[in-house]
């Protein structure tokens, strides 16, 4: 069974710092790119970033240079280090697995919730 749980939400301060953590299990973690998404409520999902197998990176233009997206394959985790977060930063952040490379699969995790409220 695939699990990714998130954790690090919660309410922060504009101008202030998170690190969303998402676990991964039931999956080959090196095998497949990590991304996180967001929600913010009445809005579509939107990427905020994605890490590939081999490392790379891109980021959404809203958060370039703000936001940090980092993996451990050791620890099956993926991170997502925010720093001077604004109140548009509001949303449900979830985790994302691809694995694009041979048979395809996509799976989800639940969210957690970020507030940036002062």
């Known amino acids: 069974q695939v699990q990714l749980v998130e954790s690090g939400g919660g309410l922060v301060q504009p101008g202030g710092s998170l690190r969303l953590s998402c676990t991964a299990s039931?999956?080959?973690?090196?095998?497949?790119?990590m991304g996180w998404y967001r929600q913010a409520p009445g809005k579509q999902r939107e990427l905020v970033a994605i890490i590939s197998n081999g490392d790379s990176t891109n980021y959404a233009e809203s958060v370039t240079g703000r936001f940090t997206i980092s993996r451990d394959n050791a620890k099956n985790t993926v991170y997502l280090q925010m720093n001077s977060l604004k109140a548009e930063d509001t949303a449900v952040y979830c985790c994302?697995?691809?694995?694009?490379?041979?048979?395809?699969?996509?799976?989800w995790g639940q969210g957690t919730r970020v507030t940036v409220s002062s």
């Open positions: 994302n697995a691809e694995k694009i490379a041979g048979r395809y699969y996509n799976y």
């Open positions: 039931g999956i080959i973690f090196s095998l497949y790119r």
